[in-house]
Structure formats: structure tokens, C-alpha cells
């Protein structure tokens, strides 16, 4: 898998929550804007199939477009380590 960034994570999620990624926050609690269990499960999904590692409970875990960045950005630095 190519390195993610957040502009990614950020169009990916907001694809799932259908929502434009402009009106996705940084902050922003990632189950007010539309962030279910089920479109979780399939984000989480996609993602082993790419290569990240990262299960559904981290992003369940992850309240905030940050928060999540945070845990996959640190999965990055220690696969490329």
C-alpha cells in the first residue's frame, strides 16, 4: 500500500459519511457528522485489504478525523521502520 496522508483519510472518509471533505473537521466528532458502525466496518475492511494496519476497533476507538490520523500515521512510522 502507498503511504496514506490525511488528505486521503480525510477524502475516504468523508466518501463513506457522504459528505464533502471540506465539512469534515480535524475535531470533529466522526459519529455526529455520520459516521456509523456498518460504514466503519467497511472502511476498516478496505483498509486491511490495502495494507493498513488498523481494525475496526482502533477506528471505533477514534473519535476525531485527528484521532484516527494520529493512530495511522504512527502504524506508517513503525511499518517503515
Given amino acids: 500500500m502507498s503511504t496514506m496522508t ?3 483519510l480525510r ?3 468523508a466518501e463513506v ?3 464533502d471533505p471540506a465539512d469534515l473537521p ?3 466528532n466522526l459519529i455526529d457528522l455520520g459516521l456509523d458502525s456498518m460504514r466503519a466496518m467497511n472502511l476498516a ?3 486491511e485489504e490495502d495494507g493498513l494496519e488498523l481494525d475496526f476497533a482502533d477506528l471505533a476507538e477514534s473519535e476525531t478525523l485527528a484521532g484516527l490520523w494520529s ?3 504512527a502504524g506508517q512510522e513503525a511499518s517503515d521502520a
Fill in 26 to 28: 480535524d475535531d470533529g
Fill in 17 to 19: 459519511m457522504e459528505i
Fill in 6 to 8: 490525511l488528505e486521503d
Fill in 45 to 47: 475492511m478496505q483498509w
Fill in 11 to 13: 477524502r475516504q472518509l
Fill in 71 to 73: 493512530l495511522i500515521a
